[in-house]
């Protein structure tokens, strides 16, 4: 079995004021890495949009139709002082969250071992009632519940690795003993969520924050140290990574120092827990990464992995 890329084109027409980070040159840059010939023997399909049904699995009816009413038919609006919409938005976000589903079913169904849903905007600081942080609909949990209402996962773990702390899935998550979230991140940083103690109702929400300056090698150990034992007693039977690159040393929205390897130790780290706990499945969805340059040789590292053990 192989390693299957899901995007869209659509995702280059959620439009950003001139110098957002959260740029359409973001999926480019994504997008030329992976037509290079070494990735050639991925599978690729296009992400389809979700039903309104499908973005209420992790919100609420009236936020969805909130946002969707909120949406331009031209110009850009502000929902806050980071997150806008344009006339591309609504499609995009839509099709961010179809291809995350589109990837759980190929995987849940066994046609791949593992999936990359390659979309923007992000999504894991969208709450249950609230967009921000450049996101309108949480992709992993949405993701993740999918798994659990159409396949019959009982255990999900969500691994978080972007420099921002998810404080969307986090807030989704908090009550709930059948999902695990981890998150490394430095704090600290926007949003301001993340710290150690904040553990959930069931001791399911898992924050190993890092300081600024921190590289490879406290990230390794983070993950080491309070991660990855917590998600091997966990058991998954589905491991959803939030695939975030700006911890990368080139970022320019924080002050962590790894490199590409280190994503590619972590992704080999999470393969080794998803083939002894749920037959290799994972699905990994792009979240931040504001250094181009940082971000393509991040994915490409990370898409590698994946393909390694698909």
Known sequence: MSTLLISHPCFVRHQTPLGHPERPDRMRVVERILEHERF??????????????????????????????????????????????????????????????????????????????ASRPPGHHAEKTKAMGFCFFNNAAIAARHAQKIHGAERVAVVDWDVHHGNGTQDIFWNDPSVMYCSTHEMPLYPGTGAANERGEHDTIVNAPLRAGDGGSEFREAMEIAILPRIEAFRPDLIVISAGFDAHVRDPLANLNLVEADYGWATAQLMDLADRFANGRIVSILEGGYDLEGLARSTAAHVMTLMRGG
């Not at 023997?41 to 296009?46: D, F, K």
């Not at 002082?81 to 839509?94: C, I």
């Not at 179809?98 to 995987?107: N, W």
Request: overall charge negative; aromatic content about 6%; charged content about 20%.
């Open 40 to 117: 050639q023997p991925l599978q690729r399909e296009s992400s389809p949009a979700a039903t309104f049904d499908q973005l209420c699995l992790a919100h609420p009816e009236d936020y969805v139709r909130e946002i969707e009413d909120a949406a331009p038919t031209e110009g850009m609006i502000q929902l806050d002082a980071d997150t806008t919409m344009s006339s591309g938005t609504w499609e995009a976000a839509v099709r961010g969250v179809g291809g995350a589903i589109l990837a759980v079913d190929e995987v849940m169904a066994g046609k791949v071992n593992n999936a990359f849903a």
